[in-house]
C-alpha cells in the first residue's frame, strides 16, 4: 500500500513538474515573440504563405482590387504579394499567422495586415486591417489577444483596438487625436 501511495505521489509530482516546464517555456516563447508589425520591418519569425491561406486571401475584396494595380507576374505568383510570420493568439498555443501586404497590396498611404486564425486546417481572416502598424497585446476577449493598430496622416493619428467577439475582430475603441501644428 505505501508503495502504491509513493508511486501516485511521484506521478503526481510528475505531471505537476511537466506542466511548470511547458508553461515556463512558452513564457520564453512569448517573451521572444513579435507583437509589432510593420511592412518595413523584418518579420522576427517568417513563415511562407501556404496554398490554402493564398486562396482565402484572394477571395477578399481588398485582395482582389489589390491585384488591380499588380503586374503580370505578381497575379500568376500572388505570394510574391505576401509576407507572414506565425504568431500565438491565444493562451492555449493556437498558431495564427500576421499576414503582411507587399505593394501594391497595401493602401496608398497604408500597410495592409490580416490576421489568419488555423493556417495550417482550415484558414479564415478573423481581422483585415490598414494602418501604420499592428500589434498584438497581452490582453484578451474571448479566447484570443486583442490588437491595436495605429494610423497617421499629417494632420492627425487613430488607435483602434479591436476584440474578439468568438467569430472574428471588432473594434472596441476608436480614437482619433489632432496633431499639434
Known amino acids: 500500500m505505501a508503495k502504491a501511495s509513493r508511486t501516485t505521489c511521484l506521478l503526481v509530482l510528475l505531471v505537476v513538474a511537466a506542466g511548470i516546464a511547458a508553461s515556463q517555456a512558452r513564457k520564453t516563447h512569448l517573451l521572444h515573440e513579435q507583437t509589432l508589425f510593420r511592412e518595413d520591418k523584418p518579420l522576427q519569425h517568417p513563415v511562407p504563405v501556404s496554398q490554402d491561406v493564398l486562396r482565402v486571401l484572394l ?34 498555443d493556437e498558431v ?17 495586415f490580416w490576421v489568419v ?7 479564415s481572416v478573423v ?31 487613430r488607435e483602434t483596438i479591436y476584440k474578439f467577439d468568438g467569430t472574428r475582430y471588432k473594434i472596441a475603441k476608436d480614437k482619433w487625436t489632432e496633431k499639434p501644428q
Open 59 to 92: 477571395e477578399r475584396d481588398e485582395v482582389k482590387q489589390g491585384l488591380d494595380f499588380s503586374s503580370d507576374s505578381e497575379r500568376n505568383n500572388p505570394t510574391q504579394l505576401f509576407r507572414a510570420a506565425e504568431v500565438y493568439l491565444s493562451s492555449s
Open 96 to 112: 495564427g499567422l500576421v499576414v503582411i501586404g507587399i505593394p501594391p497590396m497595401t493602401g496608398a498611404d497604408n500597410d495592409w
Open 117 to 123: 486564425r488555423s493556417p495550417r486546417h482550415n484558414p
Open 127 to 157: 481581422l483585415f486591417s490598414g494602418g501604420d502598424y499592428l500589434q498584438l497585446l497581452n490582453s484578451g476577449t474571448n479566447g484570443l489577444r486583442d490588437i491595436r493598430r495605429l494610423f497617421s496622416t499629417a494632420s492627425e493619428t
